[in-house]
């Protein structure tokens, strides 16, 4: 049994040593309970566990979990939004910890996943952390350094899976933490990324934060397994002016907000050669004209400081 009280409860005072986990959810009822037992196993004191889920039903078998569990756990239904930035956001502002992890809701960790992070934010005093990710149907090898972004075309790389522990220059979606405070500070994610599949949020953030003279490392210990389910989330399914328009829009953020003039016209002409490219593989000219008009929309979007609006969630209470 569960009852629901509507509104933003107001967090605790975000000023405990520990860590946060903020799981952002999106019709992956399935897949989600795997995920959330396995953060409830942790070999670790200091931690809670929030779901911040954006479907049309309660999950009431994650309720259920978060009931009979002795970890600290809130799950919350949200009322006026969807989108990954969103949550992301308001996940934070329930933290009690100083310490918050964000993870996707389609993946397993081991019991020494949160420790992980929390060891390396105190050995590294780093600003953000980012954890190593193994994907379950394979890594694609490359000799690329984790986190690396190349300023010519404004493309964050991954490389998330090697064991090369380092400083980086961003962190992968699915699996970083950020100290509470330095979102307080900078405003969190901007929720204008929530456009199509949310590309770049947290390539944005890091990039934001390092211009303020914060770090970002790369800590392959604090790995856990993506399991990339293939539907629910932030996926755009097939629809290549949609996802480009989002990828353009996005993309052009990066670009307008964070490079360097001289860096500015080869990082444009990389995406259009991707819009003509999906145009030519959808013999259809309407990814190319979405890839203009995301261009257009980004570099207005990018004069704007970073978008954090009001959210509200219902609070599943368990009793």
């Known amino acids: 049994m569960f009852k629901i009280e509507s509104g933003e409860r107001a967090p605790l005072a975000p000023q405990l040593d520990g860590v946060s ?35 049309e039903r309660i999950n009431e078998a994650v309720v259920e979990l978060l009931k009979k569990s002795n970890v600290t756990a809130r799950y919350f239904k949200a009322e006026n939004f969807k989108g990954l930035p969103q949550a992301r956001n308001y996940g934070w502002r329930q933290a009690r910890f100083e ?15 949160v420790r992980a992070h929390y060891d390396a934010h105190k050995r590294t005093e780093a600003a953000i952390i980012a954890g190593g990710i193994d994907e379950a149907k394979g890594d694609l090898p490359s000799s690329r350094v984790p986190g690396s972004f190349n300023w010519w075309t404004a493309t964050p790389y991954r490389n998330f899976s090697v064991n090369r522990p380092g400083w980086c220059e961003h962190a992968p979606g699915g699996n970083f933490s950020v100290k509470r405070a330095v979102l307080v500070e900078c405003g969190g994610i901007d929720e204008v990324l929530s456009i199509g599949a949310a590309l770049y949020e947290e390539s944005e953030l890091a990039l934001r934060l390092g211009s303020r003279g914060y770090s970002t490392w790369f800590e392959p210990a604090a790995r856990l397994t993506h399991l990339a389910a293939p539907m629910g989330g932030c996926r755009v399914q097939r629809d290549w002016p949609r996802y480009m328009f989002g990828l353009s829009h996005n993309r052009a953020i990066l670009i307008f907000r964070h490079l360097k003039p001289w860096h500015r016209p080869t990082a444009i002409l990389r995406i259009l050669l991707l819009g003509l490219s999906y145009s030519r593989f959808s013999k259809s000219l309407r990814p190319m004209i979405a890839t203009f008009r995301g261009l257009l929309a980004g570099r207005e979007a990018a004069k704007s ?11 599943c209470i368990t009793y």
């Not at 959330?36 to 479907?55: R, T």
């Not at 954090?308 to 609070?315: C, I, K, T």
């Open 21 to 55: 986990v903020v799981i952002p959810t999106l019709d992956r009822a399935e897949v989600l309970v795997d995920t959330v037992k396995d953060l409830l196993a942790q070999d670790f004191e200091c931690y809670e566990l929030i779901v911040v889920d954006q479907s």
């Open 99 to 113: 310490i918050v992890l964000y993870i996707d809701d389609d993946v397993r960790a081991t019991s020494e996943f």
């Open 305 to 315: 400081p970073p978008l954090n609006v009001d959210l509200m969630a219902s609070e």
